[in-house]
């Protein structure tokens, strides 16, 4: 088994470019989950952007949902987008079958020549059709650490038909090489981009909206609320937070941005059985995270399992310090320097610690935030990641002969 250690770096911004006037025209297609505020759409509608706008090539975009909270965004870069719906796929095998086929004539009705699926079901199914939808090359792009598997042989079987993969994290690349067998030659590791915020509102902006009293410490978590995320250790963190926080401080408040998921109503009814239903505030979608961003003292993410999280990187472009879950995807996204303020997964004591460590040390909460923001544009900057992505693209185009 190959050595994730081997894995290839794309070339940087020279090489890239050499090659970059080859895709003018060409028609890509983006093959998403959804539309939806994701960090994988994101990273997606980032290149997508860029490719369409700076080399001219024919871009499209499918989802699989009907999220549609990048639809604005799309129709703004002017980016074609439709939704393909999975009427059978989980029915029975012939549904399957029927939708393999509905998505091959999709792929030929949209004469793509190059497929880019995003996240794992996606990587799948294009792996299983993109040859026989008549594209010429096909990228697979890991964005997590190996979720949402499907059956063993017919994960064989899309991975066999394909000659590129690129993952956004090393414990991603990890699992292609490991897990499904990708010689590491054939990975390339490319980190996520993260665009630099824009100077916008007062940081009151979002507290006075919600009424919080000024000089209160304000924490916000930016994820749906989903199970894997785990709000819940969260709020028994943030109960914590509360009875610790030094006598005759302002009330802290704990702001949770993110669609409404499966466990909304359990986390609502933690919030009322810890009694800091007054003190937790569920925002659902924010369209404008800059603003929540800017409004805030402290990120936290507690998540047990990610790729590295979008949601990370946006806070730290904001000079904010995060406070996180130590696992391998925000291991990644902090560096050494943020690495002093993660805790365990699952432990709401460790994590409260870390909350309350930070609030008490301005300095320190100065000092990882500054440092946070210059590893935003050093290492995650967007046109790094848009530059070696058009490097791998332009390459594996000119290899299949176009």
Same mark, same amino acid.
């Given at each position: 088994?190959?050595?994730?250690?081997?894995?290839?770096?794309?070339?940087?911004?020279?090489?890239?470019?050499?090659?970059?006037?080859?895709?003018?025209?060409?028609r890509?297609?983006?093959?998403?989950?959804?539309?939806?505020?994701?960090?994988?759409?994101?990273?997606?509608?980032?290149?997508?952007?860029?490719l369409?706008?700076?080399?001219?090539?024919d871009?499209?975009?499918?989802?699989?949902?009907?999220?549609?909270?990048?639809?604005?965004?799309?129709?703004?870069?002017?980016?074609?987008?439709?939704?393909?719906?999975?009427?059978?796929?989980?029915?029975?095998?012939?549904?399957?079958?029927?939708?393999?086929l509905?998505?091959?004539?999709?792929?030929?009705?949209?004469?793509?020549?190059?497929?880019?699926?995003?996240?794992?079901?996606q990587?799948?199914?294009?792996?299983?059709?993109?040859?026989?939808?008549?594209?010429?090359?096909?990228?697979?792009?890991?964005r997590?650490?190996?979720?949402?598997?499907?059956e063993?042989?017919?994960?064989?079987?899309?991975?066999?038909?394909?000659?590129?993969?690129?993952?956004?994290?090393?414990h991603?690349?990890a699992?292609?090489?490991?897990?499904?067998?990708?010689?590491?030659e054939?990975?390339?590791?490319? /980190?996520?981009?993260?665009?630099?915020? +824009?100077?916008g %509102?007062?940081?009151?902006?979002?507290?006075d =909206?919600? &009424? @919080? $009293?000024?000089?209160?410490?304000?924490?916000?978590?930016v994820?749906?609320?989903?199970?894997?995320?785990?709000?819940?250790?969260?709020l028994?963190?943030?109960?914590?937070?509360?009875d610790?926080?030094?006598?005759?401080?302002?009330?802290?408040?704990?702001?949770?941005?993110?669609?409404?998921?499966?466990r909304h109503?359990a986390?609502?009814?933690q919030?009322?059985?810890?009694?800091?239903?007054?003190?937790?505030?569920?925002?659902g979608?924010?369209?404008?995270?800059?603003?929540?961003l800017?409004?805030?003292?402290? /990120?936290?993410?507690s998540?047990?399992? +990610?790729?590295? %999280?979008?949601?990370?990187?946006?806070?730290? =472009?904001? &000079? @904010? $310090?995060?406070?996180?879950?130590?696992?391998?995807g925000?291991?990644?996204?902090?560096?050494?320097?943020?690495?002093?303020?993660?805790a365990?997964?699952?432990?709401?004591?460790?994590?409260?610690?870390?909350?309350?460590?930070?609030?008490?040390?301005?300095?320190?909460?100065?000092?990882?935030?500054?440092?946070?923001?210059?590893?935003?544009?050093d290492?995650?900057?967007?046109?790094?990641?848009?530059?070696?992505?058009?490097?791998?693209?332009?390459?594996?185009?000119?290899?299949?002969?176009?």
């Open positions: 088994m190959s050595s994730p250690q081997r894995l290839v770096r794309p070339p940087r911004n020279g090489a890239a470019k050499q090659s970059d006037p080859a895709l003018s025209g060409v890509i297609l983006f093959v998403l989950p959804s539309l939806g505020l994701g960090g994988a759409e994101r990273q997606a509608l980032l290149l997508a952007r860029h369409r706008a700076n080399l001219q090539a871009v499209r975009i499918v989802a699989m949902s009907r999220e549609s909270g990048l639809v604005e965004a799309c129709e703004a870069a002017h980016i074609p987008h439709a939704f393909f719906d999975l009427t059978h796929a989980y029915r029975s095998r012939l549904g399957h079958l029927k939708d393999l509905r998505f091959v004539l999709l792929l030929r009705r949209e004469r793509a020549q190059i497929v880019l699926p995003y996240c794992m079901f990587n799948v199914l294009c792996g299983l059709t993109w040859w026989t939808g008549g594209a010429s090359v096909c990228i697979w792009n890991q997590d650490e190996g979720r949402a598997r499907l063993g042989w017919i994960e064989r079987i899309a991975v066999r038909t394909l000659r590129r993969f690129v993952s956004n994290s090393r991603g690349a699992f292609l090489t490991e897990h499904l067998h990708v010689p590491a054939m990975v390339s590791l490319v /980190a996520n981009g993260v665009e630099m915020p +824009e100077p %509102p007062s940081r009151t902006n979002m507290r =909206a919600l &009424g @919080l $009293p000024p000089g209160a410490l304000v924490v916000c978590m994820a749906n609320l989903h199970g894997k995320k785990d709000h819940a250790t969260l028994a963190a943030w109960r914590l937070v509360i610790r926080q030094p006598e005759g401080s302002p009330p802290p408040h704990l702001l949770l941005a993110g669609s409404f998921g499966d109503d986390l609502v009814q919030a009322m059985a810890l009694s800091i239903e007054d003190r937790v505030h569920f925002l979608t924010v369209h404008d995270v800059n603003d929540l800017r409004s805030v003292d402290l /990120a936290v993410f998540s047990f399992t +990610e790729g590295v %999280p979008n949601a990370v990187l946006e806070a730290m =472009a904001h &000079g @904010l $310090p995060v406070v996180g879950t130590d696992f391998e925000i291991q990644e996204a902090v560096g050494p320097e943020g690495a002093g303020l993660l365990a997964p699952r432990d709401p004591e460790q994590l409260a610690e870390r909350i309350l460590m930070t609030v008490a040390d301005p300095a320190l909460r100065a000092r990882i935030g500054q440092r946070a923001r210059e590893r935003a544009m290492v995650f900057g967007v046109d790094r990641m848009v530059s070696e992505m058009t490097g791998i693209i332009a390459a594996e185009w000119a290899r299949a002969g176009r």
